[in-house]
């Protein structure tokens, strides 16, 4: 549970924009490498999600998702997963993300990150599906390879193309949550890519962004993710046009 408790506040931390401190850093790091689950229980955990253990690819290898009882916890942007295929994934793909923005030279977390983007080539929520919670899961590959893998251009826009045409397909509907899809999850992954074509989508959507912003279905994360999402956006970046108190 530490660990979790540790990735949400990171992530926290980063929507709102407040500084990390490196000593914060390096213990994040020294905890989450400290959490690594054995191979025993990593196995016994994808014989309970009913798959081969020992050819499966479509489940963690390095950090299995704490329960409340039975009970699935919430993802960093407080979205309430209903598998076990983006509560897990989400879980240890956002730990290696951390991993790798804080120690992006440690021998350890190289590895671990090279295993985990070899284990998701070959998923298919890894190459975008849109069965049940895999498209999510998608989300949760597309942070990871924003921080690991920007210029892989081909992986990212496998992922980012179909994502995009869902994005701009949800009408102006105001909900947190688009055709099973967390909507603030989706904008804090192009938040991290940032590029012309996250750009482009954010642009068509801005003034129902604007609208979600200023209404009442979003908490104050939930806003500033999408805030953050906008800043983007060259003309509010220079101008500064978004406050913090938007």
């Known amino acids: 549970m530490e660990q979790y408790k540790i990735l949400m506040e990171i992530n926290r931390k980063q929507i709102f924009r407040e500084k990390i401190p490196d000593i914060e ?15 025993e229980d990593i196995l016994k955990y994808k014989r309970r999600m009913r798959v081969n253990a020992e050819t499966d690819t479509m489940y963690p290898d390095y950090y299995i998702p704490p329960y409340n009882g039975n009970r699935k916890l919430r993802l960093v942007q407080g979205y309430l997963p209903k598998t076990n295929i983006l509560y897990a994934n989400h879980y240890e793909l956002e730990i290696i993300r951390l991993l790798f923005l804080f ?10 990150a090279d295993n985990t983007l070899q284990r998701l080539k070959n998923t298919c929520f890894g190459n975008f599906c849109t069965q049940g919670e895999c498209t999510a899961a ?11 893998k920007p210029d892989d251009l081909q992986w990212i826009n496998t992922l980012l193309e179909p994502l995009g045409e869902l994005f701009l397909s949800f009408g102006n509907r105001k909900a947190s949550v688009q055709k099973g899809i967390p909507l603030s999850y ?14 482009n989508l954010i642009a068509q959507k801005k003034d129902w962004l604007f609208d979600l912003l200023n209404g009442n279905c979003f908490n104050l994360m939930g806003k500033f993710i999408i805030r953050n999402a906008v800043s983007t956006l060259l003309e509010y970046e220079e101008t500064g046009l978004l406050s913090a108190e938007t």
Do not use: F, H
């Not at 994040?28 to 054995?38: K, N, Y």
């Not at 120690?103 to 671990?112: G, T």
């Not at 998608?138 to 690991?148: D, H, K, Y």
């Open 25 to 39: 850093k390096e213990n994040t790091v020294s905890i989450l490498l400290g959490g690594i689950c054995c191979k």
């Open 103 to 112: 120690a992006p030279e440690n021998k350890q977390v190289i590895e671990m």
């Open 138 to 148: 998608g989300i949760s590959v597309l942070r990871l390879l924003a921080v690991t």
């Open 186 to 199: 989706l904008l804090m992954a192009y938040t991290d890519i940032n590029n012309e074509k996250t750009r």
